[in-house]
């Protein structure tokens, strides 16, 4: 049984946590800026794509189908994107396991490290929320 049931229910929970994470760090998006990066998450199971877009101020964070070219393309399930963000599996092993595929210049994804290491505070009391209101289970 996968985590998300659908790509809304990934997206709304996704879209609480960037707020949550805009709120509790101010610099959250700094290093994101420095690095000029744009990422986008292509999840499967559901099928839907998350696209961080760090190249200007503010930093956007598309949901969907966007028009935006990543610099960093990174293929994964939406159950190998939640363990990550339970710290349940790292970023190397998803990796080298083949459960995280990464297109372009993995090295710039460094800048990545601040935003994630707030989404794993905040993340289990995130996805608590959406499945209190009806959004994905517990996995």
């Known amino acids: 049984m996968t985590v998300y049931a659908s790509d809304k229910q990934l997206y709304?929970?996704?879209?609480?946590?960037?707020?949550?994470?805009?709120?509790?760090?101010?610099?959250?998006?700094?290093?994101?800026?420095?690095?000029?990066?744009?990422?986008?998450?292509?999840?499967?199971?559901?099928?839907?794509?998350?696209?961080?877009?760090?190249?200007?101020?503010p930093v956007q964070i598309l949901y969907g189908t966007a028009k935006v070219k990543p610099v960093l393309d990174i293929e994964l399930s939406a159950d190998t994107l939640h363990d990550i963000l339970l710290g349940d599996i790292g970023?190397?092993?998803?990796?080298?396991?083949g459960?995280?595929?990464?297109?372009?210049?993995?090295?710039?994804?460094?800048?990545?490290?601040?935003l994630l290491h707030d989404a794993q505070k905040l993340y289990p009391e995130v996805l608590k929320e959406c499945n209190s209101s009806g959004g994905p289970s517990m996995g």
Not at 25 to 46: G, N, Q, T, V, Y
Not at 103 to 109: E, H, R, Y
């Open 12 to 57: 709304g929970c996704f879209e609480t946590l960037f707020s949550r994470i805009e709120e509790e760090d101010k610099k959250a998006a700094e290093s994101l800026l420095k690095s000029k990066l744009s990422i986008r998450f292509r999840c499967s199971d559901p099928t839907a794509d998350i696209l961080i877009d760090a190249r200007k101020k």
């Open 91 to 97: 970023l190397s092993k998803a990796m080298g396991s």
């Open 99 to 114: 459960r995280m595929k990464p297109k372009g210049p993995i090295w710039k994804s460094v800048a990545l490290e601040p």
